[in-house]
């Protein structure tokens, strides 16, 4: 075993984006820091690789909504090659009928939902008028450290006081509407404003994305407002592509970090965190190697970080009890096609603006519902909610020209299969096949435009991309997995019992998305408490 002599201030387990972002601020501020990833490839579940020969594709994550502004501006991240390209359409497509496009052009969608329901087509702008106001009393959340609701501590009182101000100044209509997000299902809050189905089942399902929840299922009404508060240039609910796939946005953030003086090692696993008295002085790396460094972050799970980078022996029991219970609970898949021709679908053939956007295979509630009923008993839905993008049409430079890819993100795929987990090897090629089949009822000949396919199960989440039980978010955007409960009460600013050893990945305030806002507080903390 062999040990760096070299002394770093901290060492950043995973280069994610939220690791890379933690450690790029660090060396702006002057410290010495060393970002270590088990992959070849930097970016974590942020990541471009080429699968087939002149087909670059965006593996797991897909698209960007929630990468705060503040990180692009203090990092300048376009002059580090970030660019996004806007995705400003939403396409639902039915078996009969013409389904519906909601387009950037607000009369043009008031319109297209007529066709449905004059009502709603009248409601539609009040309601992403009232959801926009509630995101802005909701959205400084995501940019603060949690602040602990137990503490008498001055300062933690008066930003405890701080937010009960902002709420303080919501009319009793806004308060109202706000307990409803707080506690009902997205079908349900929704259903108070909307009467068509061909409308409210595409809007639905952002309640699901990151859950083990069905549209029906209490709590989901936020996690609908979470990913309602996208934001790009400043203008809400506004969502992109990124140049050269999501990969892009961590070719980036490491570039920046790079040029602010830190160090990035790939093919480089770590297998424990280095403790000594009590408090962690480096990590082992898995080639038996160690390196040394004042304070450790992990950017990975917290499942991972606490029981099996630390060791539960090594903590207290009440936090290994919470984190055992913390529900990672893994419940979609990920399918990357390469197909040699568009596909067409049959309620709107043809290239239009309308592919160019996010493609939602939602056409009822009822249809959603019983796609997460199949997975409450261990199953994959047979006919799932299939969100599909073609990045191609933005970014012509991901596949050869006349070529195009279909990223299609699929739920419900439960990590829990009922034959046991580590049976999915087993059974992915017949997920595929219906992820497939659903597809081809919508865009026939779709099956035989298909070069290549690869099908990613939680399970190969979690094998290959180091997500515990294939959570896209290192934990359930739930109520009570959020704000100052996540990943643990008490140990929600970052900071671990084991001194020396801090967080910063998605499994912390504020959550999941390539939002970067946990590396940012992470490192704005640590150097706020001297950490360093």
Request: charged share 20%; net charge neutral; aromatic share 10%.
């Amino acid at each position: 075993m062999s040990t760096s002599n070299r002394l770093y201030d901290a060492l950043v387990i995973g280069g994610g984006h939220n690791g890379l972002i933690c450690a790029a601020y660090l060396a702006r501020a002057g410290r010495r820091v060393k970002v270590l990833e088990k992959r070849h490839v930097l970016g974590g579940a942020a990541v471009t690789e080429e699968l087939y020969p002149g087909f670059r594709f965006s593996v797991c994550s897909y698209v960007v909504s929630l990468l705060r502004p503040q990180i692009i501006r203090d990092l300048d991240l376009p002059r580090h090659g970030l660019e996004i390209l806007p995705l400003e359409c939403s396409f639902a497509p039915h078996v009969d009928g013409p389904g519906l496009v909601r387009w950037p052009d607000g009369a043009r969608t008031r319109r297209e939902i007529a066709r449905y329901s004059q009502r709603d087509a009248e409601l539609y702008p009040q309601f992403g008028r009232a959801m926009g106001h509630m995101s802005k009393f909701v959205k400084p959340v995501i940019d603060m450290v949690a602040p602990d609701p137990t503490s008498w501590n001055p300062f933690e009182l008066s930003r405890l006081g701080g937010l009960g101000a902002r709420f303080g100044g919501m009319s009793d209509a806004e308060l109202s509407r706000f307990a409803k997000m707080m506690t009902m299902s997205s079908a349900d809050f929704l259903d108070e404003w909307f009467e068509s189905e061909v409308l409210k089942a595409p809007m639905a399902v952002s309640g699901i994305i990151g859950t083990y929840l069905g549209v029906r299922s209490p709590g989901t009404a936020y996690v609908l407002l979470h990913h309602y508060m996208g934001e790009i240039d400043g203008a809400f609910r506004a969502w992109g592509f990124s140049k050269g796939g999501t990969g892009g946005i961590s070719l980036s953030i490491a570039n920046a970090a790079l040029a602010a003086g830190a160090e990035i090692e790939t093919s480089t696993g770590v297998a424990q965190v280095l403790l000594k008295d009590g408090r962690a002085r480096g990590v082992v790396l898995e080639d038996g190697r160690e390196i040394l460094a004042k304070t450790v972050v992990s950017g990975v799970d917290p499942h991972r970080t606490f029981l099996r980078l630390v060791g539960a022996q090594h903590l207290p029991n009440e936090l290994v009890d919470h984190i055992r219970r913390y529900r990672m609970r893994g419940s979609s898949g990920k399918v990357n096609l390469a197909v040699d021709r568009l596909p067409q679908f049959t309620s709107r053939p043809g290239d239009g603006l309308h592919m160019r956007g996010d493609i939602a295979v939602a056409p009822s509630i009822d249809y959603l519902e019983r796609a997460y009923d199949e997975a409450k008993y261990g199953r994959w839905s047979k006919r799932p909610y299939i969100n599909v993008v073609i990045p191609t049409l933005t970014d012509p430079s991901l596949a050869p020209p006349g070529k195009h890819i279909v990223s299609c993100f699929v739920q419900y795929a439960p990590y829990a299969l009922a034959e046991g987990p580590e049976q999915w090897p087993k059974y992915r090629d017949a997920f595929g096949d219906d992820v497939i089949d659903t597809l081809e009822e919508l865009a026939p000949g779709l099956r035989d435009s298909i070069l290549f396919r690869q099908v990613l199960t939680p399970w190969d989440l979690q094998q290959e991309f180091g997500l515990t039980e294939g959570n896209i978010f290192h934990g359930e955007l739930s109520l009570e997995q959020l704000f100052f409960l996540r990943p643990a009460p008490g140990w929600a600013k970052y900071e671990t019992p084991i001194k020396g050893l801090w967080m910063c990945g998605s499994g912390t305030h504020p959550g999941g998305g390539i939002m970067g806002a946990p590396g940012q507080l992470a490192a704005a903390r640590m150097l706020s408490e001297g950490a360093l």
